[in-house]
């Protein structure tokens, strides 16, 4: 399985920060990484999708960069709505897709 | 557009089988898609459980496959998910999603996958 390792599991901010979250990946899976956001008691949203490609009716303040085995998403203005925990996936290899652990962020 | 809706038991005994149907509206199952369960224990981050494509055609997580079978009933337009011998650590959220494929045509093909569409989810208890 490849593993996927997120930095930091959890973060405080404040609106209007930049934030920025890292996904690493056990090998190398080319631009095959997704980000998904999660609030609490709802499913998963998908954000970006082949690293760096933003899902339609996503805001533009979300973006997504990396390849190979490390990726970032970064959040350039962060919003009250954004407070929610965030998620990469690889699609590298359908043999097991595979989650990070999770980065929580938080109001600080 | 295409919306998914999980549906089954909301309580299990232990050792026995796990039984969760997803079920598409606005689209066709036998779209160019895989269809997915994906779950979520309490209070923990998200695990994929495998998928199934409207051949029927699977892909499993290596660490449920013996436990897991997807089915799919195209004329219903849903799949579904069974999942035997379970225990405490089984109780999770349940999702399906859609995994929607795109190709990028470059020197070479390159597809790639995302969950773009996800039921509600359902909770599932497993307990005596």
């Known amino acids: 399985d490849i593993q996927m390792t997120q930095s930091p599991s959890s973060l405080s901010a404040s609106v209007g920060d930049r934030v920025t979250i890292t996904c690493r990946a056990s090998?190398?899976?080319?631009?095959?990484l997704n980000w998904y956001q999660q609030k609490p008691g709802k499913a998963p949203k998908l954000l970006i999708y082949?690293?760096?490609s933003l899902q339609s009716g996503v805001p533009s303040r979300f973006s997504g960069s990396g390849s190979g085995t490390d990726f970032t998403l970064t959040i350039s203005s962060l919003q009250p709505e954004d407070f929610a925990t965030y998620y990469c996936?690889?699609?590298?290899?359908?043999?097991?897709?595979?989650f990070g652990q999770g980065t929580k962020v938080e109001i600080k | 557009q295409v919306q998914l809706q999980e549906s089954g038991p909301g309580l299990v005994k232990p050792s026995g089988t796990l039984s969760l149907t997803c079920a598409v509206s606005?689209?066709?199952?036998?779209?160019?898609?895989?269809w997915s369960w994906v779950r979520q224990p309490p209070g923990k981050g998200l695990e994929w459980i495998g998928e199934?494509?409207?051949?029927?055609?699977?892909n499993y997580n290596p660490s449920l496959k013996s436990r897991v079978t997807i089915s799919v009933d195209k004329s219903k337009n849903q799949f579904s998910l069974k999942l035997s011998s379970v225990t405490a650590a089984d109780t999770a959220v349940y999702y399906c999603?859609?995994?929607?494929?795109?190709?990028?045509?470059?020197?070479?093909?390159?597809?790639?996958?995302?969950?773009?569409?996800w039921g509600k989810g359902t909770t599932v208890t497993v307990s005596s």
């Open positions: 606005g689209g066709s199952i036998s779209s160019s898609n895989w």
């Open positions: 199934i494509y409207h051949s029927g055609s699977t």
């Open positions: 999603a859609r995994m929607y494929e795109i190709v990028v045509v470059a020197a070479t093909r390159y597809y790639y996958y995302y969950m773009d569409v």
């Open positions: 082949a690293a760096s």
């Open positions: 090998q190398s899976i080319s631009s095959y």
């Open positions: 996936q690889q699609s590298y290899s359908n043999l097991s897709w595979t």
